[in-house]
């Protein structure tokens, strides 16, 4: 039962274009999204987070979305540069115990 | 500059040993995690501790065990490696800062264990 997937093992995009990475959670009571940077035998990088009370967040190159409804969030990336690519978790929290869900990660390639 | 730092970041060692994955972190943070990760998986809680002489097993079933002697330190100890331990060890530590962009989580770098 995984609550936080994110179904597109892999997506390669053309430098300079759009990268849309997806993320579904099932769990309504989630509350706080947190979208992290992970390359091989290192630790995930903070990237970007957004609140339940907000649709989307911004920063820099990096802009998340939140649909509450249709308990989806979406991370992109404009415009995408080569030295973006690595493997995006998204991961979610719903109490103060801190314990964060992550899905299963995309690998994004951005090709020169 | 890392305020978590784990060692070794990596590890091969034969079945059977025994062996200690060290984490520290110097922002006193009173929660610390263990994850575990393998290729093209997601991020699995395997154990968590609020605070000194406290821990808990996480989401993930696993065969290590976490002491919390003092609040800057979180060591993964597995009395017997076995192959299917291979993997990699990343370990977090939160104040919970949701004020903060990053929810005041931080990862330390990840040890890579593999067992042969």
């Known amino acids: 039962d995984q609550q936080v997937k994110q179904n597109s093992p892999s997506l390669s995009v053309q430098e300079g274009r759009i990268s849309i990475l997806n993320c579904d959670y099932t769990n309504s009571m989630f509350d706080y999204f947190l979208w992290y940077k992970k390359y091989p035998a290192e630790g995930p990088t903070f990237l970007i987070s957004i609140s339940s009370i907000k649709d989307k967040n911004e920063d820099g190159r990096f802009t998340v979305f939140l649909n509450k409804s249709a308990k989806h969030l979406s991370l992109h990336i404009v415009p995408s540069q080569p030295g973006d690519s690595a493997v995006y978790f998204c991961?979610?929290?719903?109490?103060?115990?801190?314990?964060?869900?992550f899905g299963q990660g995309t690998t994004l390639q951005v090709k020169p | 500059e890392a305020d978590i730092y784990q060692t070794p970041r990596y590890l091969v060692i034969g079945t059977g040993k025994k062996i200690t994955l060290e984490c520290s972190q110097t922002?006193?943070?009173?929660?610390m995690y263990w994850y575990q990760q393998d290729p093209g998986m997601e991020l699995h809680l395997i154990h968590y501790?609020?605070?000194?002489?406290?821990?808990e097993k996480g989401d993930l079933s696993s065969e290590s065990t976490v002491s919390r002697i003092r609040t800057e330190h979180f060591p993964l100890t597995l009395e017997s490696a076995r192959p299917s331990h291979t993997s990699q060890y990343l370990c977090?530590?939160?104040?919970?800062?949701?004020?903060?962009?990053?929810?005041?989580?931080?990862f330390g770098s990840g040890t890579r264990l593999t067992v042969v």
């Open positions: 501790s609020y605070g000194v002489n406290s821990t």
């Open positions: 922002m006193g943070h009173d929660k």
């Open positions: 977090a530590s939160s104040d919970l800062s949701r004020g903060t962009k990053n929810y005041g989580y931080t």
């Open positions: 991961a979610a929290s719903g109490s103060n115990t801190g314990k964060l869900i």
